[in-house]
């Protein structure tokens, strides 16, 4: 889409972690806690996926900061693909969300401080990015755009009756 940020740059990341409050928060737990524990988990509920990291135990592979929990969301690292389905809001909603309740008590460690010094050296960036999201009928791009993650399509699928794939990726071969 030629409208959205060509680069994270454009982002005003200090400004975004400095708008956190309750609202982001409850707006951070409703996206977690639709989507991300299916894989992620919580104090109460086992993820799904064995090497997804488990906030409130686990240790970071790329940065707990969030910054760096924002660049896992915006590009993916390992095994988690980017989510480009969520603005830059979005993301830092549930990274607000992922800090206060999955780590800042369970996992205090990874719980890293966000003080002046740290929101300065942040990329300074213009503004806030995309504020229309392209998934759960925010807009009516079709069903089929909305999964497409690139080269590959990530969603529940139906392959035949009764044979349906809860994480389905499918990717084309030839």
């Known amino acids: 889409d030629s409208k959205a940020p060509a680069a994270n740059a454009e982002i005003d990341h200090a400004r975004l972690i400095r708008s956190w ?3 982001s928060l409850e707006r951070g737990a409703l996206i977690y806690n639709g989507m991300c524990i299916t894989c992620h988990g919580n104090q109460k509920v086992e993820g799904s ?4 990291l488990r906030f409130h135990s686990g240790d970071f592979k790329n940065g707990d900061d969030p910054h760096s929990m924002y660049k896992t969301l ?3 690292y390992n095994q988690m693909t980017a989510q480009p389905w969520m603005t830059p809001t979005q993301k830092y909603n549930v990274i607000h969300y992922i800090r206060e309740t999955l780590l800042k008590k369970d996992n205090p460690k990874h719980y890293t401080k966000v003080d002046d010094a740290y929101l300065a050296s942040l990329p300074k960036g213009i503004g806030i990015g995309p504020t229309k999201a392209t998934m759960f009928g925010e807009n009516q791009v ?3 755009q909305k999964m497409n993650f690139g080269p590959a399509l990530f969603w529940t699928m139906q392959v035949a009756p009764e044979n349906i794939a809860y994480k389905g990726i499918a990717v084309r071969l030839d």
Do not use: N
């Open 21 to 23: 409050d309750q609202s």
């Open 49 to 52: 996926l064995p090497t997804a």
């Open 74 to 76: 915006a590009h993916g």
């Open 142 to 144: 079709p069903k089929d």
